[in-house]
């Protein structure tokens, strides 16, 4: 039971390039979500967030979007840089329900100089 | 910056026997959570405690599993029997509030031999 997919297993973008990494979920009670990044032999590291109370969230060079009608959502890197390869991981949350993070199978990001 | 830690980075024990998994969470945080990476898989949610109490556990958290916070630092997961499929990276977590970003620690690889 996949609750959040991410399909693309893996991106490759050229540096200075947008890199666009996607996600979906199939639970509707989702209220929280999270992108977390991840390199070899460590934990996840937290990037962004966005409640569904919005659309868009920035920081920097990451910018989060959601489309709640389309349960969706994408992490913008702009620009990317060769230290942002590593494996991109969409988390969700009920946090009417629950604690525990969902999460995606992740995408490898491989950014090229 | 505050940082969860967990020891010992690497787990080696034989099929049955008890391991403990321990973790520092970030010390003005609230919630505290185990999550577990199979080779390959998904990370997934194990369970969340709070108020020296579990606030929620998912289906794999059987009764092979406790946590316990003994003392006002530490956080540990307990596998009473371990088995060949509890072979994992276990990631520790902790949050300010359960609506919070969770921030992971670096994992513990438990092998089961």
């Known amino acids: 039971d996949q609750q959040v997919k991410q399909n693309s297993p893996s991106l490759s973008v050229q540096e200075g390039r947008i890199s666009i990494l996607n996600c979906d979920y199939t639970?509707?009670?989702?209220?929280?979500f999270l992108w977390y990044k991840k390199y070899p032999a460590e934990g996840p590291t937290f990037l962004i967030s966005?409640?569904?109370?919005?659309d868009k969230n920035e920081d920097g060079r990451f910018t989060v979007f959601l489309n709640k009608s389309a349960k969706h959502l994408s992490l913008h890197i702009v620009p990317s840089q060769p230290g942002d390869s590593a494996v991109y991981f969409c988390?969700?949350?009920?946090?009417?329900?629950?604690?525990?993070?969902?999460f995606g199978k992740g995408t490898t990001l491989s950014v090229s100089s | 910056e505050p940082e969860v830690t967990q020891t010992p980075s690497h787990q080696v024990t034989q099929m049955g026997q008890e391991v403990i998994l321990r973790c520092v969470p970030i010390?003005?945080?609230?919630?505290f959570y185990w999550y577990r990476q199979i080779l390959g898989q998904k990370v997934e949610f194990l369970v969340s405690?709070?108020?020296?109490?579990?606030?929620?556990k998912s289906e794999i958290f059987d009764d092979q599993f406790s946590v316990e916070r003994p003392d006002g630092s530490n956080f540990t997961l307990k596998i009473r029997s371990t088995k060949l499929e509890d072979s994992a990276m276990y990631f520790c977590?902790?949050?300010?509030?359960?609506?919070?970003?969770?921030?992971f620690g670096p994992g513990t690889r438990l092998t089961v031999l």
């Open positions: 977590a902790s949050s300010e509030n359960f609506y919070n970003e969770q921030f």
């Open positions: 639970n509707s009670m989702f209220d929280y």
């Open positions: 966005i409640s569904s109370i919005k």
């Open positions: 988390a969700a949350s009920a946090n009417q329900a629950g604690t525990a993070l969902i």
């Open positions: 010390s003005n945080h609230l919630y």
């Open positions: 405690f709070y108020n020296n109490e579990i606030s929620e």
